[in-house]
Nanobody, 115 residues
């Protein structure tokens, strides 16, 4: 079983920055994709960014140029640096790990951007 624990959410003013972290523990297959998704009230969960263990990155168009995803394979940790935050970035942010043995989600961390 794999556990994902997110941290780093909070309240920030528009234009500000936050850094999210997600640490994975348990039996983790080396080849995997870690990423961040978000869900705003009344909306579907959407992809924010993903990164493979080899470093291939994918961003949603809405966050390109503002958010940066990275990972530390030795620590099984993925990060999301969020800059120039906008009120529309307000959502619960979820960490996700996908590997051959399954897909796992964290419990979510709230990001609120005030205007």
């Amino acid at each position: 079983q794999v556990q994902l624990v997110e941290s780093g959410g909070g309240l920030v003013q528009a234009g500000g920055s936050l850094r999210l972290s997600c640490a994975a523990s348990g039996r983790i297959f080396r080849l995997n994709v870690m990423g961040w998704y978000r869900q705003a009230p009344g909306k579907q969960r959407e992809l924010v960014a993903t990164i493979t263990n080899g470093g291939t990155i994918n961003y949603a168009e809405s966050v390109k140029g503002r958010f940066t995803i990275s990972r530390d394979n030795a620590k099984n940790t993925v990060y999301l640096e969020m800059n120039s935050l906008k009120p529309e970035d307000t959502a619960a942010y979820y960490c996700r790990l996908a590997a051959v043995e399954g897909v796992y989600w964290g419990q979510g961390t709230q990001v609120t951007v005030s205007s």
